[in-house]
């Protein structure tokens, strides 16, 4: 019997319930960018504000019907982007078509996101460790997809102080979080300047994306 037969070739389990599909985006890349564009064109990237007062180093969008926003009075899900007051874009289908064949792989069939929260991660700028709350069905997974410069990721136990292990997320790296996994703490160290990806946008050069998709509703 194979030593990993319980695994495929590219699917590689990082913990119970939480799943690395290394490269699984590389071929659908220039979609996913072409996409990405015509997202931003839309709702451009901002950095929004925690409730505490601290702007985010981050910069984010959303697409879908809900979007994920953070301002003094606390973090939530809206359907209109505030700052022009429009539905967030329809998600591209190749962003749905991704995440949706990354849950099925991972042995989630049914994974209907009705959001997909994208960060921009310029040098220096990180994620310090959270918990995915705001979203109502916490059976339902996230997916998430890295573009761009290589990061590297926290990932914690269920309360903060838990240790963590760093794992390194590159260019077309898809992870499913689901199950027990669904709540841990995670986090984003500070981008380091690197090299990117050979053909790469000027826009979507020296930073990370990262997608994640999430059933918000
Ligand atoms: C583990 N984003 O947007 S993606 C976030 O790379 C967020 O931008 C990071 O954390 C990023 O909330 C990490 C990986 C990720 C996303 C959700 C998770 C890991 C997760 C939910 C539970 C456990
Ligand atoms: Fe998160």
Redesign the pocket.
């Known amino acids: 019997m194979d030593l990993f037969s319980s695994q495929q070739a590219d699917k590689l389990i990082i913990l119970p319930d939480?799943y690395l599909l290394k490269g699984l985006a590389l071929p659908e890349q220039t979609e996913l960018l072409a996409g990405l564009q015509d997202v931003i064109s839309l709702s451009p990237f901002r950095h929004m504000v925690t409730p505490g007062g601290f702007t985010m180093s981050?910069a984010m969008s959303n697409c879908g019907s809900l979007g994920?926003v953070t301002d003094r009075s606390g973090y939530r899900y809206t359907a209109y982007d505030p700052l022009n007051d429009a539905p967030w874009p329809a998600m591209p289908e190749a962003f749905l078509a991704l995440a949706q064949n990354a849950a099925t792989k991972s042995g989630y069939p049914d994974f209907q996101p009705d959001a997909c929260?994208i960060?921009r991660?310029n040098i220096d700028a990180r994620?310090t460790l959270?918990?995915?709350k705001n979203e109502v069905d916490f059976t339902q997974p996230?997916v998430?997809v890295?573009l761009g410069l290589n990061?590297v990721?926290q990932?914690g136990g269920f309360q903060r102080t838990d240790k963590t292990i760093k794992l390194p997320?590159a260019h077309g790296d898809v992870?499913v979080?689901g199950g027990s996994?669904?709540?841990?703490?995670?986090?984003?160290l500070p981008l380091k300047a690197g090299l990117s990806p050979p053909n790469i946008t000027p826009a979507l050069s020296n930073c990370?994306i990262?997608l994640?998709f999430r059933k918000a509703g």
């Open positions: 939480a981050v994920w929260l960060n991660y994620m959270h918990q995915d996230i998430s890295s990061a990721f990932l997320l992870v979080w996994s669904r709540m841990r703490f995670h986090g984003i990370r990262n994640t």
